[in-house]
T-cell receptor, first 112, second 115 residues
Framework: SQQGEEDPQALSIQEGENATMNCSYK?????LQWYRQNSGRGLVHLIL?????REKHSGRLRVTLDTSKKSSSLLITASRAADTASYFC????????????FGEGTQLTVNP | GAVVSQHPSRVICKSGTSVKIECRSL??????MFWYRQFPKKSLMLMAT?????????EQGVEKDKFLINHASLTLSTLTVTSAHPEDSSFYIC???????????FGQGTRLTVV
């Protein structure tokens, strides 16, 4: 099974700065999703980008997808301390939908 | 988005006992549910796919007899950790999908501690 990789594994920035996280995967996909997880909590869906899309925005989030390089990036602009969390990319390659393969995640710390 | 409720959020049990975790889709019918396991500071690993009315499909390396999955209705799937051992301590999280939705909806997760 594919297993995505994310970099960096950990990122520490100051409030107001932008945070960029990258994700790579190994096989063809239907879509790629980004999730956020606060420590010890469930997952919060952030954004979904389909394989035929190249860029998507949602508020302070910007996601890009390059299927030729099998990679995606998540940009959080004007970060806030409340953005501190782990961020995971997840790919969906199947026909049943929602069977996700997760990347290793990036631990983002936004310092006030 | 749709709501998935997972219960309990935390459970502590003694070695050798069994623990049941419930995953409910509250406002939609989930034809498929997925169970993941997450170790501290690690990613989510898919354990099994649960299809309503049929046997679950387990990922390679996941013991079927250890992790019993039942999906008896379109709104409920259960994961039972049988004869739990300390190495089963982990964060277990379910997600539910439906053909109408592309994104997955996750429960809040269950922190299992086996002592």
């Amino acid at each position: 099974s594919q297993q995505g990789e994310e970099d960096p594994q950990a990122l520490s920035i100051q409030e107001g700065e932008n945070a960029t996280m990258n994700c790579s995967y190994k096989t063809s996909i239907n879509n790629l999703q980004w999730y956020r997880q606060n420590s010890g909590r469930g997952l919060v869906h952030l954004i979904l980008i389909r394989s035929n899309e190249r860029e998507k925005h949602s508020g302070r989030l910007r996601v890009t997808l390059d299927t030729s390089k099998k990679s995606s990036s998540l940009l959080i602009t004007a970060s806030r301390a409340a953005d501190t969390a782990s961020y995971f990319c997840a790919t969906d390659a199947g026909t049943s939908g929602s069977r996700l393969t997760f990347g290793e995640g990036t631990q983002l710390t936004v310092n006030p | 988005g749709a709501v998935v409720s997972q219960h309990p959020s935390r459970v502590i049990c003694k070695s050798g006992t069994s623990v049941k975790i419930e995953c409910r889709s509250l406002d939609f019918q989930a034809t498929t549910m997925f169970w993941y396991r997450q170790f501290p500071k690690k990613s989510l690993m898919l354990m099994a796919t649960s299809n309503e009315g049929s046997k679950a499909t387990y990922e390679q390396g996941v013991e079927k007899d250890k992790f019993l999955i039942n999906h008896a209705s379109l709104t409920l799937s259960t994961l039972t950790v049988t004869s739990a051992h300390p190495e089963d301590s982990s964060f277990y999280i379910c997600s539910a999908g439906d053909r109408l939705y592309t994104e997955a909806f996750f429960g809040q997760g269950t922190r299992l501690t086996v002592v």
